[in-house]
């Protein structure tokens, strides 16, 4: 099993920054890929930012230019800054792992007031 602890979210007014971490322990055999994955009331879930175990990186096209994930392999740990945050960046933020099997965070809320 494996367990995924994300930290770092909250309020901040637009304009602002925050930046989100998720650590993955447990039965970690290999790491093909984490990211995080977004979901606004009323919208489905989609993709925010994904990072390789190699580093290559992916964004939505939303947040291309103001946030930047990147990832620490040695401590199975991957961070997204977000900045120039936005109204309507509110959403809960999940991080995903993909390895063996794919994993999901409980989720943190990040709130952007107008």
């Known amino acids: 099993q494996v367990q995924l602890v994300e930290s770092g979210g909250g309020l901040v007014q637009a304009g602002g920054s925050l930046r989100l971490s998720c650590a993955a322990s447990?039965?970690?055999?290999?790491?093909?890929?984490m990211g995080w994955y977004r979901q606004a009331p009323g919208k489905q879930r989609e993709l925010v930012a994904l990072?390789?175990?190699?580093?290559?990186?992916s964004y939505a096209d939303s947040v291309k230019g103001r946030f930047t994930i990147s990832g620490d392999n040695a401590k199975n740990t991957v961070y997204l800054q977000m900045n120039s945050l936005k109204p309507e960046d509110k959403a809960v933020y999940y991080c995903?792992?993909?390895?063996?099997?794919?994993?999901w965070g409980q989720g943190t809320q990040v709130t952007v007031s107008s």
């Open positions: 995903y792992l993909y390895g063996l099997g794919a994993y």
């Open positions: 447990g039965n970690i055999f290999s790491i093909n890929r």
């Open positions: 990072i390789t175990s190699g580093g290559s990186t």
